[in-house]
Each structure stands twice: as C-alpha cells, then as structure tokens.
C-alpha cells in the first residue's frame, strides 16, 4: 500500500469510526417523507451484513402510509392494554403508555418492521443445537439492523429501535398480514430527526474488554 493510499484508508477508517460513534437515538421526527431513492441505498448496505452461513435470514417490512401505522398501533396497543391490565396496573397509566407507544408509532415517517426467518436456517433433532441456530438468525438479524441504522445515519436520518414487536408478535403479523415464516423482532422509526439524541453514558473500554496479554502491537 502506498503513502496516498494508507492515507485514504486511514481517512475512511476516520470517518467510520465518527459515524459509528455519532448516531444516536431519536425520538421525534418532522413530517418529511424521507426519498425511496435513500430507503433503497439503505436496504442495499443491509445486505452487506454478516451472517450466520450468510443465510440472511433477516426480513423487513416497509411502511410509509398512516392506514398501516395506525393498524399496527392499535394491534399493539390492545395487546400492550391486556398484558399490563393482566399484571395489575392501574387503567391510566396503562392508557398513557398506549397512547405513547401508538404516537411515536404513527408519527414515524417511516416504520419499519424488522423479522427474521428461520426457513433457510439449518434444522437440528436436538433441541440445544435448534437454540443455537436461532440464536445465530437472531445475532445476524441484528448485525443487519445495526447496518439499517448506520446506513440511515449515513444517509442524515435519524432512528430508534423499538423492541415492542417482540412482546406482540402475532398482532403484528396479522396486523400487516406478514408471511407466516416471519418473525417480528422490533420495530424501526426513521425520518428527519425534529430533536437531537440524549448523550447516553458509554461504559469505557476496561468495563468490557480484557486483553489477554499485554498489548503494545504498532499500528
Ligand atoms: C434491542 C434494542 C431494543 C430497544 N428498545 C427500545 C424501545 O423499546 N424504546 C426506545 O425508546 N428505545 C429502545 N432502544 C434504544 C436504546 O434505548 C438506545 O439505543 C440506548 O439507550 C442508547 O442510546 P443511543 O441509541 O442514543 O446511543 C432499543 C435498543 C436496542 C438495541
């Protein structure tokens, strides 16, 4: 490699690494539809993911129109209202929580419902092995969906995960009539970010690496 081109590499190494650390979460959005052109250059790094025996078992429903969000709020909703009524809260706060799982749902510009497919994964007659290559379709699912975010961030979107999907996944598919091998995972809101993120506390590095032996390597 030549002097200009380590430069260019490290010149790029820099610009992943502030891309990395500048996406954050975000909770409001403005009203702009976001272009189709930008959601495909998305899905087109979302391919690029790793995955488990590069199965790509990771799905992805796209909704722009409110007659969709709001079906699947409300499919939500319901089931949200019934598991905590179950659990004994009381009717207002459960109602509050309804209506602002539904509102950042509906005031999305774009939501996008992220599943997985376990079809193309490998079938075990053992139920720890099953585990495990779920575990793999989760795990890569997830790597795609962090390219989701990076990709919109990237591309000057702002996003947020929401787990909420998995705790309902059954009103969802039937909400938006997913195949049946889909599996909802969470939920994506993306569009033009109306406030800025929170500055989250970040562990530092010897909270969650050890280096096995010292490590002084140049470069
Ligand atoms: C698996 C997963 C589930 C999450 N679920 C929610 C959620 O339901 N609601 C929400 O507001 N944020 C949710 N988040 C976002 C996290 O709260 C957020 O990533 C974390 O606080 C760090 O903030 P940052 O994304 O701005 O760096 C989720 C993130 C992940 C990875």
Redesign the pocket.
């Known amino acids: 490699m030549n002097a200009a081109t380590r430069n260019d590499a490290l010149m790029n190494a820099l610009d992943a690494h502030s891309l990395l650390r500048g996406?954050?979460?975000i909770?409001r959005y403005h009203a702009a539809q976001p272009s189709t052109a930008s959601i495909t250059r998305i899905f087109e790094s979302v391919a690029y993911a790793p995955s488990a025996h590069n199965r790509q078992p990771w799905r992805y429903m796209v909704l722009f129109g409110s007659a969709a969000k709001e079906q699947l709020a409300l499919a939500m909703g319901r089931r949200l209202a019934a598991d905590r009524s179950r659990d004994g809260d009381a009717s207002d706060p459960i109602q509050q929580d309804v209506e602002r799982s539904s509102q950042r749902i509906t005031q999305a510009p774009v939501v996008i419902i992220v599943a997985l497919s376990m079809v193309e994964m490998d079938c075990y007659p053992d139920q720890f092995r099953t585990q495990a290559e779920r575990t793999m379709a989760v795990q890569s699912t997830a790597m795609a969906t962090q390219n989701l975010l990076l990709a919109a961030h990237a591309e000057g979107h702002g996003t947020?995960?929401?787990?909420?999907p998995l705790f309902c996944p059954d009103e969802v598919k039937t909400a938006l009539s997913l195949p049946a091998d889909w599996e909802p995972q969470?939920l994506i809101t993306l569009g033009c970010p109306a406030q800025p993120?929170?500055n989250?506390p970040r562990k530092t590095i010897t909270d969650f690496v050890r280096f096995a032996e010292p490590h002084d390597a140049p470069g």
């Open positions: 996406r954050q979460s909770r947020c995960w929401m787990c909420a969470g993120g929170r989250k």
